[in-house]
């Protein structure tokens, strides 16, 4: 079974500056996708960004970029230039090819202060 | 609408007492997810169906729990005996794929509260 580990519960950065947010999973297969989900207080999770585990090649989207290390199972999200309304839970997700499940965090409580 | 719809969006209920969730997902998508998800963690699955098919129920943590989706596309999530341990958010996902590599579509969620 694969399991997603998000070892910090609580993230502040001043407006402007840049965070980044740690995520490591567990798994045994070899091509999986990689998500990264934000869920405001209005609850809707939104995709922030996604990774396909054969390109070796980081995405990115605007101001949201990831660091995938495979080997070291680590796929951590940074956000440039924070914003206020980027203020919101974070959630790093897995989905592998032999289920079709996304497999979710615990989840990290960002705080963009003005 | 354009997006997944959830109703109700919040559910107050006593312990022992039956109660339905709904979900309409967007329109064409085959795939739907119901998630549930405890005060202060992750998302955790419940169940998926492709279709009218539950094809993965092996998150429903118990025989109280049951889904259905008749038609293929809005599905219906049945929790019987109400325990104040099912108090959470219960969100619902829709996806225009299956498998690989897919991205899913979440609704606002249910709040279930039992007392």
């Known amino acids: 079974a694969q399991t997603v580990t998000q070892s910090q519960p609580e993230m502040s950065v001043q407006e402007a500056e840049t965070v980044t947010l740690s995520c490591t999973y567990d798994?045994?297969?070899?091509?999986?996708?990689l998500f990264w989900y934000k869920q405001p207080p209005s609850r809707q999770m939104i995709l922030v960004i996604r990774?396909?585990?054969?390109?070796?090649q980081n995405a990115t989207e605007n101001r949201f970029s990831v660091n995938f290390q495979k080997a070291a199972k680590s796929f951590s999200l940074k956000i440039s230039d924070s914003q206020l309304g980027d203020t919101a839970m974070y959630f790093c997700?897995?989905?592998?090819?032999?289920?079709?499940?996304?497999?979710f965090g615990e989840g990290t409580q960002l705080t963009v202060n003005p | 609408g354009a997006g997944v719809s959830q109703t109700p969006s919040n559910k107050v209920t006593e312990k022992g007492k039956y109660v339905e969730l709904r979900c309409d997902p967007i329109?064409?998508?085959?795939?739907l997810y119901w998630y549930r998800q405890s005060l202060g963690q992750g998302p955790e699955f419940l169940i998926y169906?492709?279709?009218?098919?539950?094809?993965?129920d092996s998150g429903l943590p118990n025989d109280r729990f049951f889904a259905v989706r008749p038609e293929g596309s809005v599905s219906t999530l049945k929790i019987q005996r109400t325990e104040r341990g099912d108090s959470a958010v219960y969100l619902c996902?829709?996806?225009?794929?299956?498998?690989?590599?897919?991205?899913?579509?979440f609704g606002e969620g249910s709040r279930l509260t039992v007392l």
């Open positions: 996902a829709s996806s225009p794929q299956t498998g690989w590599p897919g991205e899913l579509f």
């Open positions: 798994t045994s297969e070899s091509n999986y996708y």
């Open positions: 990774q396909e585990a054969y390109k070796q």
């Open positions: 997700a897995f989905r592998g090819t032999s289920g079709s499940r996304l497999t």
């Open positions: 329109s064409g998508h085959t795939a």
């Open positions: 169906f492709q279709g009218t098919g539950a094809a993965d």
